[in-house]
C-alpha cells in the first residue's frame, strides 16, 4: 500500500497547485529593428507623382532619350547666319510646348519659356533652329 500512496500523494499535490489561480507573467514590450538594413537616406522620401504629359517639366537625374530640354545658345555659332536662314521646329500635336527637331526626326524638344521666334540649340545635333 506504501507504493500506492506516494505516487497518489504527488498526483494529488500537482492537482492542488495546478489549480491555483497563477499571476499573468509581466508584459514586456521587444522593440526589434529591421531585419534588414535600410536603404533610403531620407526620413520620408517624396511620393510619387503620376506622369502629366502637359504639366510643368521637372528636373530628372537622367534625360529622358526623346525629350530634352534645350537651353538658350550660350555661344553663337562659328559663322555668322542670318535669322531667316534658321529652319523652324515643327509642333507635335497636341503637346503645346514640344517641337520635333528639324534635323533630327523623331526627337521632340521642349521648348517651353521660350517665345516664337528665338533661336534654340537641337541638343541632339548641336545645331540651331527656331521656335515656332
Known amino acids: 500500500m506504501m507504493k500506492f500512496s506516494l ?11 495546478s489549480c491555483a489561480e497563477e499571476q499573468p507573467p509581466p508584459t514586456t514590450q521587444h522593440h526589434r529593428g529591421a531585419p534588414y538594413a535600410s536603404t533610403e537616406t531620407q526620413e520620408y522620401p517624396p511620393p ?7 504639366g510643368p517639366v521637372q528636373p530628372m537625374s537622367t534625360p529622358p532619350p526623346q525629350i530634352a530640354t534645350s537651353p ?3 555661344a553663337a555659332p562659328e559663322k555668322k547666319v542670318a535669322k531667316g536662314d534658321y529652319p523652324y521646329g ?6 503645346p510646348h514640344l517641337v520635333e527637331s528639324p534635323y533630327s526626326p523623331g526627337k521632340y ?4 519659356g521660350f517665345p516664337p521666334g528665338t533661336e534654340v540649340k537641337d541638343p541632339y545635333t548641336d545645331k540651331i533652329f527656331l521656335v515656332p
Do not use: H, M, T
Not at 7 to 17: H, N, R
Not at 109 to 112: A, G, L, N, R
Open 109 to 112: 524638344i521642349d521648348v517651353e
Open 90 to 95: 515643327i509642333p507635335v500635336p497636341g503637346k
Open 7 to 17: 505516487p497518489l500523494a504527488l498526483l494529488a499535490v500537482f492537482f492542488f497547485a
Open 48 to 54: 510619387q507623382q503620376p506622369f502629366n504629359p502637359n
Open 72 to 74: 538658350p545658345p550660350a
